[in-house]
């Protein structure tokens, strides 16, 4: 899969967002990347389409990095918010919903408990809002390990 072109580009458009390119982290997130990608795999989520498996080894590439970066934000970010369990959603969701709206990103971020002035949060937009990112494979695959 590292060898399709655009999948090479996701990954090391990743890697470069990392907080620190050392070695050992690029190999962590490597490794992650590769971990889940043969999850998915081995529990049916890969499709037998070559474009789909590239499309979702590109969103599992922003998905690690989401990982990687903010680590202490996975369980705010995986919370379900909600009262009825049919009806209740992640913070995640939510989030990937509010993106390109300003006032509704602010708003959510808030709701969630967190601020909209962190870098963190500044920078976890910038990640959602990438140029040709795919929001339903993103948030499919965020559904499963978050």
Request: hydrophobic content about 45%; cysteine-free.
């Amino acid at each position: 899969l590292e060898r399709l072109p655009p999948v090479r580009l996701a990954l090391r458009a990743a890697v470069l967002n990392l907080p620190a390119r050392i070695p050992r982290q690029t190999k962590a997130f490597l490794n992650l990347w590769r971990f889940y990608m043969v999850l998915d795999y081995r529990t049916g989520h890969l499709s037998s389409s070559i474009s789909a498996v590239e499309r979702h080894s590109i969103e599992m590439a922003r998905f690690v990095e989401l990982m990687v970066r903010w680590p202490w934000l996975l369980d705010s970010l995986g919370a379900m918010r909600g009262e009825e369990s049919a009806a209740a959603r992640t913070t995640l969701a939510d989030l990937l919903d509010a993106v390109t709206d300003d006032e509704r990103w602010a708003r959510t971020v808030t709701t969630a408990g967190l601020r909209a002035d962190d870098p963190a949060i500044r920078g976890m937009r910038t990640l959602f809002r990438r140029q040709g990112a795919d929001r339903e494979v993103f948030a499919s695959i965020a559904v499963r390990y978050l």
